[in-house]
């Protein structure tokens, strides 16, 4: 979540309610903004990276060195081992997936 150019800690009643009661505003958290695509965890390819701008954005959509931010619409050249990850949205992740019977779609239930 952001407060204009700050970031808003989550804190553990968020990803509770999130893990909880499926919250589809909560459960965005975990998609990257950019490719729409669910973030992963440090074994995956779309480890959650803050930005300098500290919006989040997947590994995946950072490949090149530089990007257009579709939130900030700043540019931002970065080199990908000095961004770091965000562990509260990794965090996230690692509960959604212990509790995935919660996030299925109707249509897989």
Do not use: W
């Not at 965890?41 to 701008?53: E, G, Q």
């Not at 990794?90 to 779609?105: K, L, P, V």
């Amino acid at each position: 979540e952001y407060m204009g150019n700050k970031r808003k800690r989550i804190d553990e009643t968020t990803i509770t309610t999130a893990i909880t009661t499926g919250n589809e505003e909560q459960k965005n958290l975990v998609i990257c903004k950019m490719c729409k695509q669910q973030m992963g965890n440090l074994s995956s390819t779309r480890i959650p990276k803050i930005l300098p701008c500290l919006n989040i954005i997947c590994s995946s959509c950072l490949s090149d060195g530089k990007i257009d931010c579709e939130i900030c619409l700043e540019e931002h050249k970065f080199d990908i081992n000095k961004l770091l990850n965000d562990y509260e949205i990794i965090q996230i992740i690692e509960s959604i997936s212990s509790h995935s019977d919660i996030f299925n779609c109707d249509f897989c239930e």
